[in-house]
C-alpha cells in the first residue's frame, strides 16, 4: 500500500482541510503520475494496488473521492465501487478503464459511480467528472454504429456481467469454448 502525500501539506492545518482522495489502479506508474496531478489539484492522495489493500486503506480515511480501475489484476474494480459505497455513501467515485463497455459502465453507475471514463484519461476530465452530478442531453449521438466486432465486445460484457464475471458460466450460455472466450476477452475493442 503506498500512501502519496506532498510534504508541504503535510507540514501544514490546511491537509485536514483538503479532500481525501483514494486512487485504485493496478498499473502503480499511472498512479504515481495520477497522484502528483492530484495532489497539485488540493487533494490529499492514496494510492493502492489491490482491492484488499484499497479497503483497509478506505476504512482507515474515509475518502471523499475515489478512482477506481476497473480490471484490478484478476479482480473486478465493480467489487471496489460496491464496497466503497457500503463504508460510505457520500464518496464520489470515477471509475476509469481500458476496456469500456456498456454493460460495465452500467454497473458501476448501478453500483454508486459517479462517472465512467475510458482510458487514457487526463486529470481534467477526471475532476469534470467528479463535479457531474447529472447526466448532459446534449451528448452527441454518433452517426456511425457500432462495429460488429464491437457489439460482439458489448455483448459478451453483458452477460459476463449478467453472470458475476464467472467465464465458465458464460461461456456454456454463449455456447462457446471456455478458451475461446478467454482470447476474445483478452482483445481490446476498438474505439467506435
Known amino acids: 500500500m503506498t500512501t502519496s502525500k506532498s510534504l508541504e501539506i503535510n507540514e501544514t492545518d490546511e491537509a485536514s482541510e483538503q479532500p481525501d482522495l483514494l486512487i485504485v489502479d493496478d498499473d502503480e506508474i499511472f498512479c504515481d503520475v495520477l497522484a502528483r496531478a492530484m495532489t497539485k489539484r488540493g487533494f490529499n492522495v492514496y494510492t493502492t494496488h489491490t482491492i484488499d489493500d484499497a479497503l483497509a486503506q478506505a476504512e482507515t480515511v474515509s475518502p471523499e473521492y475515489a478512482i477506481v480501475d476497473l480490471k484490478l489484476a484478476s479482480e473486478s474494480g465493480l467489487v471496489m465501487v460496491e464496497k466503497l459505497k457500503v463504508l460510505d455513501p457520500g464518496t464520489r467515485i470515477v471509475m476509469l478503464t481500458g476496456y469500456a463497455s456498456i454493460a460495465t459502465a452500467v454497473e458501476a453507475i448501478k453500483l454508486g459511480a459517479t462517472h465512467y471514463l475510458a482510458k487514457p484519461v487526463d486529470a481534467d476530465e477526471i475532476m469534470a467528472a467528479f463535479e457531474r452530478t447529472n447526466g448532459d442531453a446534449e ?22 456481467a449478467e453472470n458475476d464475471n464467472n467465464i465458465s458460466v458464460t461461456a456454456r450460455i454463449l455456447n462457446m469454448h471456455r478458451r475461446t472466450l478467454q482470447r476474445k476477452l483478452a482483445k481490446k475493442p476498438h474505439r467506435e
Open 139 to 160: 451528448t452527441p449521438i454518433s452517426a456511425n454504429p457500432l462495429s460488429v466486432n464491437r457489439l460482439e465486445w458489448e455483448y459478451i460484457q453483458r452477460i459476463l
